[in-house]
């Protein structure tokens, strides 16, 4: 097995992404550059500097699409690569998909994962009900699917290591599978054409992760690795309410990659 090292990496991932651009655009599917990916765009036309993966998403109409279609599609694509989700496979343990390329093996190093390689994230952008309770309510699930799949031992202190363990003790009579089903109840609870406000609510970055789906639902071309990709034309409003300031540097001390993983060609 060949090691792959972080400029590999995000060449793999860089390919991915214009497989599903140019799957998009055939499909007539609205997808965009999401979190610090759109970030990157942004702010330094690529890669954030100290960061090495690729997150996406998509409107929950255009997602289901997506994860219906993608593994079919035959002429001019690389078949090597491959969606992954609870749809496509009922082991899978996150609430939103993954695109990898198969012939890459990935080990997780804080949380167990099912068998795929490098990946590109793809998150759906669903429509979020005038009380808001979507997001506490996913996030408090979202905290429990992590201590469903927690790895304990390194990366963590005694103290966090004692907190997981008793959760999974607390959890061992809940599958992962239940609390994933609920997750995507309560994401798609309220319908994205009939919403004016919407949100990635299977994963949130926190409750005020919420946009007009005016910001989200046009998108234009920018720079990423000086190539064109999708992203939302109120890219601002979006950034500004997941970041703050987001054209402001992080301290230097904080410029590294939270990733932990090993990546390797089979």
Request: with cysteine.
């Amino acid at each position: 097995m060949k090691q792959i090292d972080t400029e590999e990496l995000k060449r793999i991932q860089l390919s991915i992404l214009s497989d599903i651009d140019k799957f998009c655009q055939q499909d007539q599917l609205t997808y965009f550059l999401a979190y610090g990916t759109l970030l990157g765009s942004v702010r330094h036309q690529g890669f954030i500097p100290w960061d090495d993966d690729i997150d996406i998403a998509m409107p929950r109409p255009d997602y289901d699409r997506f994860i219906r279609s993608y593994n079919s599609r035959k002429g001019g694509y690389e078949k090597a690569y491959k969606v992954i989700s609870p749809i496509t496979d009922g082991d899978y343990g996150l609430p939103f998909a993954k695109v990898y390329d198969q012939r890459t093996g990935m080990d997780e190093f804080l949380y167990r994962q099912e068998d795929f390689g490098v990946y590109i994230d793809v998150f759906p952008i669903d429509g979020v009900n005038q009380n808001l309770s979507q997001i506490s309510r996913s996030l408090r699930w979202g905290k429990l699917l992590n201590t469903k799949k927690a790895i304990l031992g390194n990366g963590r202190s005694f103290g966090k290591n004692l907190v997981m363990l008793l959760g999974k003790v607390i959890l061992l009579p809940i599958s992962k599978s239940s609390i994933l089903k609920r997750i995507d109840a309560i994401a798609t609870a309220a319908d994205y054409n009939q919403s004016d406000e919407v949100a990635c609510v299977v994963a949130p970055y926190s409750e005020s992760d919420i946009v007009r789906k005016a910001d989200i639902s046009t998108t234009i071309k920018a720079t990423f690795e000086g190539r064109q990709f999708s992203v939302p034309v109120g890219y601002d409003t979006y950034l500004r309410h997941v970041y703050g300031d987001y054209m402001q540097l992080p301290p230097v001390e904080k410029r590294v990659s939270t990733h932990t993983f090993k990546a390797w060609w089979k």
